[in-house]
């Protein structure tokens, strides 16, 4: 079965840095593109990055982009978020997608990160 | 980066059709063929339904249908079903590596 398992979430400060993990299995974790998409509280979804199958092109939103860092293991089939500087707007369930042809195929169930002084 | 547009809610009875648009510009919708649409139903993640503006994923029904003009695209319900009353969410490809959401629709089934 295909699946991906986010973890690493919870409650941070202002400022203060977290890592997400996405735990993938039941496909070749290696040939394809993986993103992350977070959903504020009663909000819309927002993409949030992507990286390439090897890692080599990551991309990022604006709002984002400079304090958060997407990469992946592939040999422990692993997805990361590292996000630093984290505001209060970053609070949000954020979730880990897989690629197919520029859309996101297979999702994970979500992991949550509250950023609050 | 703007989202692109949908309209906040649509509603139908049961057996009756829901279109939801999803208007962006030349730089996203209108200029690439990667319009995907998302089912999210309360506290779920989301779904794919279609993908490469009118592909369906395997397993999804042909009440499910996507279509795209200019810089609106288009996903259609057919036949409603009480299960089918979701957010929906439209997405495209924006160039750049940059991909963009929409605002999101809440379908209602009457």
């Known amino acids: 079965e295909v699946q991906l398992v986010e973890s690493g979430g919870g409650s941070v400060q202002p400022g203060g840095s977290l890592r997400l993990s996405c735990a993938a299995s039941?496909?070749?974790?290696?040939?394809?593109?993986m993103h992350w998409v977070r959903q504020a509280p009663g909000k819309g979804l927002v993409w949030v990055s992507r990286?390439?199958?090897?890692?080599?092109?990551?991309s990022y939103a604006d709002s984002v982009n400079g304090r958060f860092t997407i990469s992946r293991d592939n040999a422990r089939n692993t997805l990361f978020l590292q996000m630093n500087s984290l505001r209060a707007e970053d609070t949000a369930v954020y979730y880990c997608a897989r690629d197919y042809n520029f859309g996101m195929e297979v999702w994970g169930q979500g992991t949550t990160v509250t950023v609050s002084s | 980066q703007s989202a692109l547009t949908q309209p906040p809610s649509a509603s139908g009875s049961p057996g009756q059709s829901v279109t939801i648009s999803c208007t962006g510009t030349?730089?996203?919708?209108?200029?690439?063929?990667?319009v995907s649409w998302h089912q999210q139903h309360p506290g779920k993640a989301p779904k794919l339904i279609i993908y490469?503006?009118?592909k369906r994923p395997s397993g999804v029904p042909d009440r499910y249908s996507g279509s795209k003009s200019g810089n609106t695209a288009s996903l259609t319900v057919s036949g409603l079903l009480a299960e089918d009353e979701a957010d929906y969410y439209c997405s495209s490809y924006a160039g750049g590596n940059i991909y963009v959401f929409g605002t999101g629709t809440k379908v209602t089934v009457l």
């Open positions: 030349s730089s996203d919708v209108g200029g690439y063929s990667f």
């Open positions: 490469e503006v009118a």
């Open positions: 039941g496909f070749t974790f290696i040939n394809y593109w």
């Open positions: 990286v390439t199958n090897d890692g080599s092109t990551p």
